[in-house]
């Protein structure tokens, strides 16, 4: 009666589940391991299937009996009274003929198991994936001289949360978004710098992971021009959801175009050109922003009315991003964070999270502004944890923007934005301490105040309040480094 | 029948109170709270287990389920980053070892002395300090919880400014994630909660071990055993040669947080694959420790309610042992990701698939048992034959895992999340309930609510596959786990809000059926005989709720199936005559609550000297010469002791000529 019921409902269910399954699935998604663009995942979504063919032919072979005993079998009115089932104990021969069955069946499995683990663990060697890569002919570069038939090496690394990749054969570095060239066998070494991470990049390859401490690599392959999507898949602390990563597979032309481009490195704000000589007489453009930057010591003003000049500005000084970040060829070699050359040029920021892509694969310049402006300015807010705004009271290493905003504090600086000594006894600060304070107005805070008294005092401000009286910057300033970044193109 | 059935009333012996060498005596017969403190009996101490873990399962559930809320939707702000990492890792954490595994550690202290006919288990006191041991490492690990909480209501005032409390590094800790470099004082609560568990589920393993080789009744050969008590045995040589080497990777992780040690520094030449190994050589076999009891129940319940013995008896006790002992060679397939290289990716690949076998001979043999018998569609039944079911689904995806180069797409994907909750949930926690169902007739004599157990059973199952179903689908479109949140585009929205409305249906479903448990446990009216289910095997020969001595007489075990065989077949048993002064029952013991309070001190405050508090390394090191005290008097507390002769209302009973059913006793 109940079962009945039961049987019911599940068969009105069925069909609005399976509508519901069949509509709301799509197998193309961005990072579907199901639609593979190349021959590594190719591999690990062929053998997939094997599997799942096995494996549904035993479900519906197994379940189909499951399903007629249980109902076969069941107790039927007058059942009672009748004797008890025969008791048996088991059959030896159904024992072994199924085992035997069931070891068959996994053979399938394993066989072409083997294949892959050998074809997906060693740079293939024969058709129909290699072709000796033909770096030295293909590519033109005075960097790939004597790297000929040598395959493309890519250097991943791995940070919390982002991801660096270098290209050591043409002395490039770029960040959350690489470039291979289609066809073309490359090889990734995968280091991390500080925790477990994982490549993951659905559509062309499986996950190898990377080891601290040890030297990981895979081989991949793009067979079909695209952008593809990746993320970390190893858990690495708090913003693990938001290290994401991208790939271009490009047409060998775009490759070489874009390798060409890479190696120029950026230009000096404002087409800044240094003036031929007789020694150089065709500047570098190193040159130019060497240049640039000893105008920008001898004459800031020529650059007054120049966001993007005023950005670069920013950048080199008083923001401070330099400590971090690396712009080829200028004065700006961090190493800390990503490699800011060319940044212009990415669909994304902040390993994946901010998109400024259109529908049809170019860049929206408007939103990319927007994304420069936010997340250079709340990083916080758009990557908890992450180091360009790191700020845990409970550490000493606090990092980057955080510093800029409570440097250079004093008594008499929070006065002038209107904090009162109620701000500093509800912080829990002393009279006697208090007293010291407006003794010296002038003073740091750092040498009266714990950091963490430091921040509940100033809790109230603003950053355009803060921008007024410590090193943070202005709406302004942060608008004008986005300019500057954005030039970087 | 023996002339033992005839004694005509209880008749309690007091032995004279013996102060030990120390002067101590041992509290016996207390009723209340100290009674429930000091027991050492293995029906209260399974009882205890059964609530801990209960409540522990609502904790975890109420941790799954702020996971998938956070997840219904994309880029979601409903917590945050890290206290989502907090959840998942206190989720995995809960229901792994405060969840399933004593809620298995209560039926084995309740049904398998009662299976094999023995008086307790065979080290009563080291049973009481498993349980206590339990206890104290289940609070420090959530302890972590109302610290966060103090802290974040502002109780430590200003000075103290951590603000990861609670383990945050997953609960499989990878190093060097979990070293003191990325993690705070959450990992340390973890790493001594954990340790303390360990001590509590080796103590149990050792004692079951004992118990089932030595503590059987004449007559009950190996080959006799009920199928779960067989189960408990090879769980339990799991448990001994599988906590050793977590206990030893922890102990690692701690030198290195708390005295500068390099076992997994890398910029010392410390090597994080190490915790991999041996977290893993412990992590497998711990799946297997998770499922075997659950397997052994439903290896019970099929025959009862088919009315017919369990088809390949030897075959399914042996694929038992085969599981266990592969389980040790396929750690490896955690770790296909990590560079291990091609051999060894290879050999684990195909031991991997190796274990497909004895697990599907499992599964034959259970639709032999169905075969040809008379199927009663109790609750259990139902919870039974959902467990075959879907613990199949969740073995198929397993089989897809064990293809290493498919895996490296799944790995750390919602296909591997789909793939254990179907093996966890689907396997371990349907073959539970049921065996709560089962037995709660037997623990308590009352039966649970028949017709919202039915109802229940369905929730559970839809709700289930609900939300874990379409976790297939997500990681093979590339959803990776433990991430708080996830982009729009990816194409994860729907399927995703499915999953979570799945979670609610479960957890619901769960809910209730707990509810109902507590209703049936304070319950005067749902009173049932004392083999409700026409049962098979030797607890069933009992009254309900089992009297505190077990057997009134010892029974002597001529078949497989010896309950059943009296009733239905040609082996009536025969009992052995008591001792004239009767049952020879022991004192109980303050000893073992003390050692649990010690190990209490020591986690909790040895995670407090991790944060810095000063002194509390002292109060660690009291904490510890508590343990060592509390063992010391327990050796020296004397055997005390009284004897007891049950009266005829106590004895087994005759088999009932009309098996009553389930329906009768609503």
Same mark, same amino acid.
């Not at chain 1, 499951?66 to 030896?92: C, M, Q, S, T």
């Not at chain 2, 809320?69 to 880029?75: G, N």
């Not at chain 2, 009950?220 to 009920?226: D, F, Y």
């Given at each position: 009666?109940?079962?009945?019921?039961?049987?019911?409902?599940?068969?009105?269910?069925?069909?609005?589940?399976?509508?519901?399954?069949?509509?709301?699935?799509?197998?193309?998604?961005?990072?579907?391991?199901?639609?593979?663009?190349?021959?590594?995942?190719?591999?690990?979504?062929?053998?997939?299937?094997? /599997?799942?063919?096995?494996?549904?032919?035993?479900?519906?072979?197994?379940?189909?009996?499951?399903?007629?005993?249980?109902?076969?079998?069941?107790? #039927?009115?007058?059942?009672?009274?009748?004797?008890?089932?025969?008791?048996?104990?088991?059959?030896?021969?159904?024992?072994?003929?199924?085992?035997?069955?069931?070891?068959?069946?996994?053979?399938?499995?394993?066989?072409?198991?083997?294949?892959?683990?050998?074809?997906?663990?060693?740079?293939?060697?024969?058709?129909?994936?290699?072709?000796?890569?033909?770096?030295?002919?293909?590519?033109?570069?005075?960097?790939?001289?004597?790297?000929?038939?040598?395959?493309?090496?890519?250097?991943?690394?791995?940070?919390?949360?982002?991801?660096?990749?270098?290209?050591?054969?043409?002395?490039?570095?770029?960040?959350?978004?690489?470039?291979?060239?289609?066809?073309?066998?490359?090889?990734?070494?995968?280091?991390?710098?500080?925790?477990?991470?994982?490549?993951?990049?659905?559509?062309?390859?499986? #996950?190898?992971?990377?080891?601290?401490?040890?030297?990981?690599?895979?081989?991949?392959?793009?067979?079909?021009?695209?952008?593809?999507?990746?993320?970390?898949?190893?858990?690495?602390?708090?913003?693990?959801?938001?290290?994401?990563?991208?790939?271009?597979?490009?047409?060998?032309?775009?490759?070489?175009?874009?390798?060409?481009?890479?190696?120029?490195?950026?230009?000096?704000?404002?087409?800044?050109?240094?003036?031929?000589?007789?020694?150089?007489?065709?500047?570098?453009?190193?040159?130019?922003?060497?240049?640039?930057?000893?105008?920008?010591?001898?004459?800031?003003?020529?650059?007054?009315?120049?966001?993007?000049?005023?950005?670069?500005?920013?950048?080199?000084?008083?923001?401070?991003?330099?400590?971090?970040?690396?712009?080829?060829?200028?004065?700006?070699?961090?190493?800390?964070?990503? %490699?800011?050359?060319?940044?212009?040029?990415?669909?994304?920021?902040?390993?994946?999270?901010?998109?400024?892509?259109?529908?049809?694969?170019?860049?929206?310049?408007?939103?990319?502004?927007?994304?420069?402006?936010?997340?250079?300015?709340?990083?916080?807010?758009?990557?908890?944890?992450?180091?360009?705004?790191?700020?845990?009271?409970?550490?000493?290493?606090?990092?980057?923007?955080?510093?800029?905003?409570?440097?250079?504090?004093?008594?008499?600086?929070? #006065?002038?934005?209107?904090?009162?000594?109620?701000?500093?006894?509800?912080?829990?600060?002393?009279?006697?301490?208090?007293?010291?304070?407006?003794?010296?107005?002038?003073?740091?805070?750092?040498?009266?105040?714990?950091?963490?008294?430091?921040?509940?005092?100033?809790?109230?401000?603003?950053?355009?309040?803060?921008?007024?009286?410590?090193?943070?910057?202005?709406?302004?300033?942060?608008?004008?480094?986005?300019?500057?970044?954005?030039?970087?193109? | 029948?023996?002339?033992?059935?005839?004694?005509?009333?209880?008749? #309690?012996?007091?032995?004279?109170?013996?102060?030990?060498?120390?002067?101590?005596?041992?509290?016996?017969?207390?009723?209340?709270?100290?009674?429930?403190?000091?027991?050492?009996?293995?029906?209260?101490?399974?009882?205890?287990?059964?609530?801990?873990?209960?409540?522990?399962?609502?904790?975890?559930?109420?941790?799954?389920?702020?996971?998938?809320?956070?997840?219904?939707?994309?880029?979601?702000?409903?917590?945050?980053?890290?206290?989502?990492?907090?959840?998942?890792?206190?989720?995995?954490t809960?229901?792994i070892f405060?969840?399933?595994m004593?809620?298995?550690a209560?039926?084995?202290?309740?049904?398998?002395?009662?299976?094999?006919?023995?008086?307790?288990?065979?080290?009563?006191?080291l049973?009481?300090f498993s349980?206590?041991t339990f206890?104290?490492g289940?609070?420090?690990? %959530?302890?972590?919880?109302?610290?966060?909480?103090?802290?974040?209501?502002?109780?430590?005032?200003?000075?103290?400014?951590?603000?990861?409390?609670?383990?945050?590094?997953?609960w499989f800790g990878?190093a060097?994630?979990t070293?003191?470099?990325?993690?705070?004082?959450?990992?340390?609560?973890w790493i001594l909660g954990l340790q303390i568990l360990g001590v509590a589920s080796l103590a149990a393993a050792f004692n079951f071990i004992v118990?089932?080789?030595?503590?059987?009744?004449?007559?009950?050969?190996?080959?006799?055993?009920?199928?779960?008590?067989?189960?408990?045995l090879v769980t339990s040589f799991l448990i001994i040669f599988a906590f050793p080497a977590i206990t030893i990777a922890l102990a690692e992780l701690m030198f290195d947080?708390?005295?500068?040690t390099?076992f997994f520094?890398?910029?010392?030449?410390?090597q994080?694959i190490l915790w991999q190994h041996l977290f893993w050589f412990f992590g497998h076999p711990e799946v297997y420790i998770l499922?075997l009891?659950?397997?052994?129940?439903?290896?019970?319940?099929?025959?009862?309610?088919?009315?017919?013995?369990?088809?390949?008896?030897?075959?399914?006790?042996?694929?038992?042992?085969?599981?266990g002992f592969i389980g040790f060679a396929v750690w490896s397939?955690h770790m296909?990701?990590?560079?291990?290289?091609?051999?060894?990716?290879?050999?684990?690949?195909?031991?991997?698939?190796?274990?497909?076998?004895?697990?599907?001979?499992?599964?034959? %043999?259970?639709?032999?048992?169905?075969?040809?018998?008379?199927?009663?569609?109790?609750?259990?039944?139902?919870?039974?034959?959902?467990?075959?079911?879907?613990?199949?689904?969740?073995?198929?995806?397993?089989?897809?895992?064990?293809?290493?180069?498919?895996?490296?797409?799944?790995?750390?994907?919602?296909?591997?999340?789909?793939?254990?909750?179907?093996?966890?949930?689907?396997?371990?926690?349907?073959?539970?309930?049921?065996?709560?169902?089962?037995?709660?007739?037997?623990?308590?004599?009352?039966?649970?609510?028949?017709?919202?157990?039915?109802?229940?059973?369905?929730?559970?199952?839809?709700?289930?596959?609900?939300?874990?179903?379409?976790?297939?689908?997500?990681?093979?479109?590339?959803?990776?786990?433990?991430?708080? /949140?996830?982009?729009?585009?990816?194409?994860?929205?729907?399927?995703?809000?499915?999953?979570?409305?799945?979670?609610?249906?479960?957890?619901?479903?769960?809910?209730?059926?707990?509810?109902?448990?507590?209703?049936?446990?304070?319950?005067?009216?749902?009173?049932?005989?004392?083999?409700?289910?026409?049962?098979? /095997?030797?607890?069933?020969?009992?009254?309900?709720?089992?009297?505190?001595?077990?057997?009134?007489?010892?029974?002597?075990?001529?078949?497989?199936?010896?309950?059943?065989?009296?009733?239905?077949?040609?082996?009536?048993?025969?009992?052995?005559?008591?001792?004239?002064?009767?049952?020879?029952?022991?004192?109980?013991?303050?000893?073992?609550?003390?050692?649990?309070?010690?190990f209490?001190?020591f986690g909790?405050?040895?995670?407090?000297?991790?944060?810095?508090?000063?002194?509390?390394?002292?109060?660690?090191?009291?904490?510890l010469?508590?343990v060592?005290?509390?063992?010391?008097?327990?050796?020296?507390?004397?055997?005390?002791?009284?004897?007891?002769?049950?009266?005829?209302?106590?004895?087994?009973?005759?088999?009932?000529?009309?098996?009553?059913?389930?329906?009768?006793?609503?």
């Amino acid at each position: 009666m109940l079962l009945s019921r039961i049987q019911q409902t599940l068969f009105r269910l069925f069909p609005l589940l399976l509508s519901l399954f069949v509509t709301g699935c799509s197998f193309t998604g961005r990072q579907s391991t199901l639609d593979p663009k190349g021959p590594v995942a190719q591999m690990q979504t062929d053998l997939f299937w094997i /599997t799942v063919w096995v494996c549904s032919g035993i479900f519906i072979v197994v379940g189909g009996i499951l399903v007629w005993v249980v109902i076969r079998f069941r107790e #039927k009115p007058g059942d009672a009274d009748k004797p008890y089932p025969k008791h048996g104990h088991g059959n030896p021969l159904i024992e072994i003929g199924l085992i035997a069955a069931s070891v068959l069946l996994l053979v399938i499995i394993a066989v072409p198991t083997l294949k892959a683990i050998w074809a997906t663990h060693e740079l293939p060697v024969d058709e129909p994936y290699y072709e000796p890569s033909k770096l030295g002919t293909w590519f033109k570069g005075d960097m790939a001289e004597g790297e000929e038939d040598n395959v493309l090496v890519i250097d991943a690394y791995g940070w919390q949360w982002w991801w660096s990749f270098e290209y050591p054969q043409l002395g490039i570095t770029t960040a959350n978004e690489f470039v291979i060239p289609k066809d073309k066998v490359v090889k990734v070494n995968l280091r991390s710098m500080d925790v477990i991470h994982s490549f993951w990049l659905p559509k062309i390859a499986g #996950k190898v992971d990377l080891m601290p401490g040890r030297k990981n690599w895979m081989w991949i392959m793009g067979e079909e021009a695209g952008h593809f999507y990746g993320q970390c898949a190893e858990f690495c602390g708090e913003a693990h959801a938001y290290m994401l990563f991208r790939c271009d597979v490009m047409e060998e032309d775009d490759f070489e175009k874009w390798v060409a481009d890479y190696q120029a490195g950026a230009v000096a704000p404002s087409g800044f050109h240094a003036q031929a000589d007789k020694d150089k007489p065709d500047p570098t453009a190193r040159d130019d922003w060497m240049a640039w930057s000893n105008e920008t010591r001898t004459n800031p003003e020529v650059f007054a009315n120049d966001p993007v000049s005023q950005g670069a500005m920013l950048f080199m000084g008083k923001g401070q991003c330099i400590v971090c970040h690396t712009i080829d060829n200028s004065i700006a070699q961090g190493k800390l964070g990503p %490699n800011l050359t060319k940044v212009a040029n990415r669909k994304s920021l902040a390993a994946g999270i901010l998109d400024h892509q259109n529908p049809d694969g170019s860049i929206n310049r408007e939103k990319q502004y927007e994304n420069f402006v936010q997340w250079i300015s709340h990083s916080q807010h758009v990557k908890p944890g992450n180091i360009m705004y790191y700020d845990n009271p409970a550490e000493d290493n606090n990092a980057g923007l955080i510093n800029l905003k409570y440097a250079g504090l004093t008594y008499a600086k929070l #006065k002038s934005v209107g904090v009162e000594n109620s701000a500093y006894i509800a912080s829990g600060v002393d009279d006697a301490t208090l007293k010291e304070l407006e003794a010296n107005p002038e003073s740091g805070l750092t040498n009266f105040l714990s950091e963490r008294q430091i921040r509940e005092v100033s809790s109230g401000l603003t950053d355009d309040q803060f921008s007024q009286i410590s090193n943070w910057l202005s709406p302004e300033e942060f608008a004008y480094v986005a300019a500057f970044l954005q030039s970087l193109k | 029948m023996s002339a033992v059935h005839a004694e005509p009333v209880t008749v #309690k012996t007091e032995l004279p109170k013996t102060r030990s060498e120390l002067g101590l005596i041992r509290p016996d017969r207390k009723t209340g709270l100290a009674d429930w403190l000091t027991t050492v009996d293995h029906k209260k101490i399974g009882i205890m287990y059964g609530a801990a873990a209960l409540f522990f399962f609502l904790v975890g559930g109420v941790e799954a389920l702020m996971i998938r809320t956070q997840l219904a939707v994309s880029q979601n702000d409903f917590i945050s980053a890290q206290l989502y990492n907090q959840m998942f890792t206190m989720h995995g954490t809960t229901m792994i070892f405060l969840g399933v595994m004593p809620l298995s550690a209560a039926f084995f202290n309740f049904i398998v002395p009662l299976q094999i006919g023995a008086r307790d288990v065979a080290f009563p006191r080291l049973n009481t300090f498993s349980l206590w041991t339990f206890i104290a490492g289940a609070t420090v690990l %959530n302890i972590s919880w109302l610290f966060q909480f103090a802290h974040t209501v502002g109780w430590f005032g200003q000075d103290l400014v951590r603000t990861d409390i609670v383990p945050a590094g997953g609960w499989f800790g990878y190093a060097p994630l979990t070293s003191d470099g990325y993690t705070g004082i959450g990992t340390d609560f973890w790493i001594l909660g954990l340790q303390i568990l360990g001590v509590a589920s080796l103590a149990a393993a050792f004692n079951f071990i004992v118990t089932i080789i030595n503590m059987r009744a004449p007559g009950m050969t190996m080959m006799r055993l009920p199928v779960f008590t067989w189960m408990t045995l090879v769980t339990s040589f799991l448990i001994i040669f599988a906590f050793p080497a977590i206990t030893i990777a922890l102990a690692e992780l701690m030198f290195d947080r708390y005295f500068g040690t390099n076992f997994f520094r890398v910029d010392m030449g410390g090597q994080p694959i190490l915790w991999q190994h041996l977290f893993w050589f412990f992590g497998h076999p711990e799946v297997y420790i998770l499922v075997l009891p659950a397997m052994g129940i439903v290896s019970e319940i099929l025959p009862t309610f088919s009315r017919k013995p369990l088809f390949g008896y030897p075959i399914v006790v042996f694929s038992g042992a085969v599981i266990g002992f592969i389980g040790f060679a396929v750690w490896s397939h955690h770790m296909f990701t990590t560079g291990l290289g091609k051999i060894a990716t290879a050999a684990f690949s195909l031991l991997t698939m190796a274990i497909a076998v004895p697990t599907g001979v499992k599964i034959f %043999n259970w639709m032999g048992t169905l075969w040809g018998g008379r199927i009663s569609f109790t609750v259990p039944m139902c919870y039974g034959l959902g467990f075959v079911w879907m613990f199949m689904l969740g073995g198929f995806s397993g089989v897809m895992h064990s293809a290493a180069p498919a895996d490296a797409q799944q790995q750390d994907s919602y296909f591997v999340v789909a793939h254990f909750h179907y093996v966890l949930i689907g396997g371990v926690l349907l073959g539970l309930l049921g065996g709560l169902y089962y037995w709660i007739p037997k623990i308590y004599g009352k039966m649970m609510n028949q017709k919202l157990g039915y109802g229940m059973f369905f929730l559970i199952l839809v709700g289930f596959n609900l939300a874990f179903f379409p976790m297939h689908y997500l990681g093979l479109t590339g959803m990776p786990r433990r991430t708080h /949140t996830y982009l729009v585009g990816y194409g994860w929205d729907l399927w995703n809000l499915v999953s979570t409305i799945g979670a609610f249906l479960l957890g619901i479903g769960i809910l209730i059926v707990f509810i109902d448990l507590v209703v049936t446990v304070l319950s005067k009216k749902r009173k049932c005989s004392a083999d409700p289910w026409d049962a098979r /095997t030797l607890e069933w020969s009992l009254p309900s709720p089992v009297p505190s001595y077990n057997f009134a007489a010892t029974p002597v075990v001529s078949a497989r199936d010896c309950w059943w065989e009296h009733k239905h077949g040609d082996e009536p048993l025969e009992y052995v005559p008591g001792d004239s002064h009767g049952i020879h029952m022991p004192s109980q013991s303050w000893m073992p609550l003390i050692c649990g309070v010690g190990f209490l001190v020591f986690g909790i405050s040895m995670a407090m000297m991790g944060a810095g508090v000063p002194h509390a390394g002292y109060v660690a090191i009291g904490g510890l010469v508590t343990v060592v005290l509390g063992i010391y008097l327990w050796a020296l507390e004397g055997p005390g002791g009284y004897h007891i002769k049950p009266g005829p209302e106590n004895s087994p009973k005759a088999p009932t000529p009309q098996p009553e059913h389930a329906e009768a006793n609503v």
